[in-house]
């Protein structure tokens, strides 16, 4: 018989052997630059979906709920996602526009965590991404939109095998970021 679930749970490792050293010190003080070091670094080890990113909205009722989507761009530190505005979080967000975003690049040992005010963003950018997907088979679709996020806080998780991880918090209004 196969051992109980939570022994074999306890048997995984979450992190893999070698880790990247993070040095918080040197950190560049705009949080969106770090970001794209991260993400870059995510990209060129050659990590499935490094653009994926969970997505947590709250409706209304005060409901959380969260999904995967993929990150589309960054731009003037904002983060770009998209989806069908008639689905639960393009209602969540017309509601109530705030988001929470965590990106997860396992065999690098980091997580980011993005929260902030999301922005729809116009039917010109919307229709662009719309356009740009590979398997797009209408040539619009007046329900597709692009959202930019804000962001009021970043937090960049780096694991260490001594379990000294390193959290470094940006928050919007701040000229540096900080350890905690
Ligand atoms: C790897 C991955 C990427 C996805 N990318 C997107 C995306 O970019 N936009 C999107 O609307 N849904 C995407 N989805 C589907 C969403 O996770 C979700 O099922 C869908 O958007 C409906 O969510 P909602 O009903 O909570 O709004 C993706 C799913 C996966 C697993």
Not at 11 to 36: G, H, I, K, N, T
Not at 55 to 82: E, Q
Request: no cysteine; aromatic share 8%.
């Amino acid at each position: 018989m196969d051992a109980p679930l939570r022994d074999r749970l306890r048997a995984l490792s979450s992190f893999p052997e070698s880790l990247p050293f993070f040095d918080a010190q040197s950190a560049p003080a705009d949080a969106a630059e770090l970001f794209r070091q991260w993400l870059n670094d995510a990209i060129d080890a050659g990590l499935t979906a490094p653009h994926a990113v969970s997505f947590a909205t709250a409706g209304p009722t005060g409901h959380v709920t969260s999904r995967i989507l993929i990150l589309k761009d960054l731009v003037d530190g904002r983060w770009v996602v998209a989806g069908a505005r008639s689905t639960r979080k393009g209602l969540d967000l017309a509601a109530n526009p705030q988001a929470a975003m965590t990106f997860w690049w396992p065999e690098l040992g980091r997580q980011v965590r993005v929260v902030g005010e999301v922005e729809e963003l116009s039917s010109e950018v919307a229709a662009a991404d719309w356009a740009a997907r590979p398997e797009v088979t209408t040539p619009a679709n007046p329900d597709w939109a692009a959202w930019a996020l804000e962001a009021s806080e970043v937090e960049f998780w780096q694991a260490r095998h001594d379990r000294q991880h390193v959290r470094l918090r940006y928050r919007a209004g701040e000229a540096t970021p900080h350890l905690v």
